[in-house]
């Protein structure tokens, strides 16, 4: 016998409905598709390509006084900003053309082998299961299993982010080592990542979507942050093998096809971002490639090389092109403040009648002014001890202003108010329920006509309440970039739940609370 659902809802439907669809109007949309030609690489081109630089001999004759200098040369004495140009700026249309077409072939995949998603997506209200299935995501875990969460993800996020720098001409061609420009190129491609990861979950062609993934399996927020998390982690990794594997390897062979397996390997995100260009999954910005003329060229100069008459042909930018490639970003003197902020953490919560609750969060700052900034936090934890096929999670979502007087100081206090809501969910499952309607679904092959859905084998309680959080604490800086929030302090004078009967006897929910967190911060 199907057990009955019980939910108690925090809001109407209608509301809900708004709400998403408010967010699902800012994913991105597909652009029309912009590709080049990709002609042979050559070295005298590959050498000689404008890009600028310092001036290779201060001695010799610059031009004459009252002359505009040349915008692609700049003197060493002289720090010049750079003036963004119409060319330098992010180019969006071929960056969405090149992540529509790495989706479509990701739903592809989808809808060729799995009878579950095709048959969710032409069966119900696509609009409605589209809604709540964004409206159900929830808890970490998406039931995918660790090869997907924490790889498969994570190289989504790699290819990503390589749609973006390819796409992004300042940062186009930075390299592991450059310096403060790298560090940037990898904080845009994050934000990219994080968008496009949005709209694969969420989005308007997303698993939400076509499929409905949240309302047939775990849904967790484990794709949203480990996608741009890890995936720049992944692109950091593939950039140091290019620098200390693939590099060397290409300046003691000339040989295509060893260094065709050895970029593909080493830089798998990489090369498959490069083939949504359109390009040769091998070419780079960086270096010329490997057949045709340039593999002639490239023998000669790795047997010159291995003689001991020239120095190595391959490598990392000189000191004089990190310096100019650092300048042609620098467009403003750096604000002592840092504009905006970045905070991950743990949550470990302990409820009034003895439940623990275990998670993370994150939060992100917008500086507004010297000592005020905007906060949004998003974090979430899982009840632990919760009886066999039983679970209970907590989402929290916030949102208020700081005040930090000393932010330019090593040691920084603030204080801080945040309004929002916590929302509760408590899940029981029937297994033998949920095998006896797979086996009769049989993969579309059984007597049950359509993909059985969540709802079909489990009870759900759920109940939200507006929540307000009052703290403060001090961050101790170690540098531009990161810092340590080494204590904050936040109380819950105000926190209120949906009255349910059955959420009150099984679910720990508690009225106030008080606790304190250490955190990485970076800016």
Request: proline residues 7%; contains cysteine.
């Amino acid at each position: 016998m199907t057990p009955t659902r019980k939910c108690v809802r925090f809001c109407t439907r209608l509301k809900w409905k708004r709400l998403f669809l408010l967010l699902s109007a800012i994913t991105p949309v597909c652009g029309a598709t912009q590709t080049l030609p990709v002609d042979m690489l050559g070295f005298d081109d590959y050498w000689h390509r404008p890009s600028p630089r310092l001036e290779a001999d201060p001695g010799e004759p610059s031009q004459a006084r009252g002359k505009k200098h040349d915008p692609d040369l700049i003197s060493p004495l002289v720090a010049v900003p750079h003036r963004e140009r119409a060319a330098d700026r992010f180019q969006w249309k071929p960056a969405v053309a090149q992540y529509w077409l790495e989706i479509s072939i990701q739903h592809g995949w989808r809808f060729a082998h799995e009878n579950g998603t095709r048959d969710a997506t032409a069966y119900g209200p696509w609009f409605d299961d589209w809604m709540n299935s964004i409206g159900e995501t929830r808890g970490w875990n998406d039931g995918d299993g660790w090869h997907a969460g924490y790889v498969g993800h994570p190289l989504n996020g790699g290819i990503y982010g390589f749609i973006e720098q390819q796409n992004d001409p300042l940062y186009r061609k930075v390299e592991w080592g450059d310096g403060r420009i790298y560090w940037i190129s990898r904080l845009r491609a994050m934000a990219f990542a994080a968008i496009a990861s949005a709209q694969w979950t969420l989005g308007v062609a997303s698993e939400a979507s076509l499929g409905n993934v949240q309302l047939h399996s775990s849904p967790g927020f484990i794709d949203l942050v480990n996608t741009p998390g890890l995936g720049v982690m992944e692109m950091m990794g593939e950039d140091m093998l290019d620098r200390y594997v693939v590099i060397p390897l290409e300046n003691h062979t000339a040989n295509p096809y060893l260094l065709v397996a050895a970029r593909g390997l080493c830089n798998p995100a990489r090369s498959f971002a490069t083939l949504m260009s359109f390009h040769r999954g091998w070419d780079r910005e960086n270096r010329p490639g490997l057949f045709g003329q340039n593999h002639t060229l490239r023998k000669e100069l790795v047997s010159e090389y291995k003689r001991g008459l020239i120095s190595a042909p391959f490598g990392p930018h000189s000191p004089e092109e990190r310096a100019a490639m650092n300048l042609a970003v620098e467009t403003t003197p750096h604000p002592k403040e840092a504009p905006i902020e970045l905070q991950g953490y743990a949550i470990y919560e302990s409820f009034l009648n003895g439940h623990n609750c275990l998670g993370g969060g994150g939060q992100g700052a917008a500086r507004i002014g010297p000592a005020w900034q905007i906060v949004t936090e998003l974090n979430g934890c899982m009840v632990v001890n919760t009886p066999k096929n039983e679970s209970s999670d907590s989402v929290t979502f916030s949102a208020g202003p700081r005040w930090a007087p000393r932010a330019t100081h090593r040691l920084s206090p603030f204080v801080q108010m945040l309004f929002g809501g916590r929302r509760m969910t408590y899940e029981v499952e029937n297994p033998q329920l949920r095998e006896s309607l797979l086996k009769a679904w049989d993969d579309g092959n059984g007597t049950l006509p359509h993909y059985p859905k969540r709802s079909d084998y489990q009870v759900q309680y759920q109940a939200l309440g507006f929540n307000l959080t009052m703290g403060g604490g001090f961050d101790a800086t170690f540098g531009r970039a990161f810092a340590w929030r080494v204590l904050d302090l936040a109380a819950n004078p105000f926190r209120e739940y949906a009255h349910s009967p059955t959420l009150s006897k099984r679910e720990p929910v508690a009225d106030t609370g008080f606790s304190t967190v250490s955190e990485a911060e970076s800016f």
